[in-house]
């Protein structure tokens, strides 16, 4: 083998091992960032002074990982390319011209991307928030620049796109108001009614497993409404975030225990009936038979 052909033999090699070198390079930037990402969650969760915060530093997190992973595997792919011979020039202008038409036929992509930037922006969803967008409610999992992963309370996972994004209504932020309507007969009292709930409430703040879900004393708004069978109360109580529901079935519990024990019936409905028996072959009206059963005998009327 002559000197000629063993340098050309030699280059390749070279080049190859230039290319790999940045392939190994670009993989240990990106454990790299991964782990610096990790300690600046870590220092900013140490100092964070609310779940609202520390939620806010998990999103940015994940976000900030996702663009460091394209970004260092962008840069490593085009080098490496160049390494081995492979002019890049041509492929970036093709790039940009391909991206010129995809940018005309994805729209709705680059939407997604600029709603999901401005939603982080301006701090509008977590991780772990609990929000109704597009007519969808649940748990936030997952929030991109692409998408928001919702799992709703049968278990159900919803992938939104941000560009279909236009209202957001976060259940999750500052405290909330777990609003309750109590029915009772026209016939009870409502100051009496009144007692029971302020009764209820006090019982139900002083509970250990409530104390700290219950910011507030309950706010009794006054008569909601008078329904067919009832008359609607209604009152409301300043709960921690995520906690309403809880206390709303906790305080409809409790108020059916002390109605029971106080004697006050739940609202039965009331409907006005009229029976017709019909009419025999001869045109005379049947004998029409109504049973009743009262202290378990029964008596029969016609």
């Not at 782990?35 to 520390?54: G, H, P, Q, V």
């Not at 020039?89 to 680059?110: D, E, K, M, W, Y």
């Not at 777990?178 to 007692?195: M, W």
């Amino acid at each position: 083998m002559n000197s000629d052909a063993l340098l050309a033999y030699m280059h390749f090699p070279k080049e190859l091992l230039r290319a790999i070198v940045i392939l190994i390079l670009a993989w240990l930037l990106m454990g790299l960032s991964s782990k610096l990402i990790r300690m600046f969650r870590r220092y900013m969760n140490s100092r964070a002074d609310s779940i609202e915060k520390t939620r806010r530093i998990e999103t940015l997190a994940s976000v900030l990982r996702y663009i460091a992973t394209v970004v260092i595997s962008l840069v490593a792919g085009m080098l490496a390319l160049s390494e081995l011979g492979i002019s890049i020039a041509p492929i970036l202008g093709a790039a940009g011209v391909v991206g010129l038409a995809v940018g005309f036929g994805a729209q709705s992509l680059i939407k997604d991307y600029f709603n999901g930037f401005f939603l982080l922006l301006e701090n509008q969803i977590h991780q772990g928030d609990v929000v109704e967008i597009c007519g969808k409610s649940g748990l936030v999992e997952d929030i991109t620049l692409r998408y928001i992963r919702l799992r709703d309370f049968e278990g159900s996972v919803h992938y939104i796109p941000n560009g279909l994004i236009t209202t957001v209504t976060n259940k999750s932020r500052g405290f909330a108001y777990a609003v309750i309507d109590v029915n009772i007969p026209y016939s009870e009292s409502i100051d009496k009614a009144y007692e029971i709930m302020r009764k209820v409430s006090q019982k139900l703040r002083a509970s250990e497993a409530f104390s700290a879900k219950i910011i507030d004393d309950i706010e009794i708004v006054g008569v909601q409404e008078w329904a067919a069978s009832a008359v609607v109360l209604r009152c409301r109580f300043k709960t921690a975030t995520l906690e309403q529901w809880g206390v709303r079935r906790e305080f409809l519990r409790c108020m059916k225990e002390e109605f029971d024990a106080q004697g006050i019936q739940i609202p039965y409905p009331h409907m006005d009936v009229t029976l017709y028996s019909g009419l025999d072959k001869q045109g005379n009206v049947p004998e029409f038979q109504l049973v009743t059963q009262r202290d378990k005998s029964l008596e029969v009327s016609k």
